[in-house]
């Protein structure tokens, strides 16, 4: 038997319990629009502002910053361009290059992915592992919810027994046990009330906590299956090429071309025409699309060789018979590194954030030198509205570890080619922990190949080294918003 203060005392305290429970159930989850997780960015107070790799002034020089190599003197100019563009198709001998199934492309180091992504397969999978574990405790909770509930009615059941007893009792003697039962019957109607009110909308809370995981993981599993089968039936990327080609898009856009899709362009004779995406209608048209990204569906840790070359999909048909649409791609280092030392070139950097937000970055010099120099990175002339990341480094830190942030300059690293500044050791690799190919200091304000997060917010214990590997821009969104949206395209400098 129960002695009535314990009973109550048990109760009362399994009902603080479950509050504190529910309080808590409130903060710790956040659905995945919310706004609900904090976001740091801008300057201030408390901004975690990541980026940098802190020096141990004991054992470590100071960083300094590394002169950027002039960009290319003389070379190729373009005169201002004619006020109206000759009639279109100035007769190119059309090549064709026939795609030869599956997601190869004839020029086959662009383009051997699926437009689909097997690559987003895994990064859902990935996502799905995080999410099983916390409905594996969200399930166990309500399961210990449900038993203590259980017991609470037993509780509650014995309680209406012994009241009856009482009652009983009381109509036995009435004037002994009166004050008693008053007593118990207050208990009782609070016991009741918060039986009845309470419980059930605790654990219908949790009810639809873990049925919207369910239905999470549902969504995520429909994915990953179409994805899948995306990835079996070989796709077939056909696209009839323009007839007009060129040396690069600026090229084309005075021989007649006009719409933004894909081209064959050949920069030198002495190599063959390759397969890019031309933007014809940004700020006058004539760019070259040499990094895009837009949606995940290509995974960009990838190793020197691949960004040598170049990888992804350079674009795809978006219901017309042609390719209009880019797909997410790095154009390759060696192209790059050629196509800018045509001559003066510039390079426009779009940047779009979560919200829809846009800003752009424009350096009117850009030049990236051979693999001997190890791609060195040159930047200046800047204008926009993105922040000079790439010549100032990151606008949150300050001093020297601002200067490690700096990327004018510095040669190119992938994973498996460290050439950062971040010491020799080779546990301490920029590539490695900001997850791109990029031209890393030490280590970066801005990763516009790093790791592409769905919904942008993103913090350090969903990263795989605690660092800022999201597509960051930090001058724009700080360290913990990775972008939807950036691409880098180049064009020739010419009068405007
Ligand atoms: C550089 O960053 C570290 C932490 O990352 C901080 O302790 C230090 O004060 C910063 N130095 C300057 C000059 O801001
Ligand atoms: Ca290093």
Redesign the pocket.
Known sequence: MFCKSSIVKLLLLFLLSIAIDNTRCDSDYDEEDSTAAPVTEGEGEGVDARG?R?VNRQREPIPTLRPAPPPPSGGFRYRARPTKAPARGQAVKQIVYPDIGGCRHASEELGVLCPTGCELQTALVKQEKTVKPAIADLDKKIRDLERSSATFYEFANQLDQRLIKRQKQIRDNENVISEFNKEIEQHYVFIKDNLDSNMPSNLKILRSIVDTLHQKLQKLENVVTSQLDGCHAPCTVSCNIPVVSGKECEDIVRKGGETSELYLIQPDPIFKPYKVYCDMTTENGGWTLIQNRQDGSVGFGRTWDSYKKGFGNVAFSGGKNYCDTPGEYWLGNDRISQLTKIGPTEVLIELEDWNGDKVKANYGRFSVQGEANKYQLSVSNYKGTAGNALMEGASQ?????RTMTVHNGMFFSTFDRDNDRWTTDAKKQCAKEDAGGWWYNRCHSANPNGRYYWSGVYTPDMTKHGTDDGVVWMNFKGSWHSLKKVSMKIRPVFQQ
């Open positions: 940098h802190p830190l300050q001093g020297v570890n």
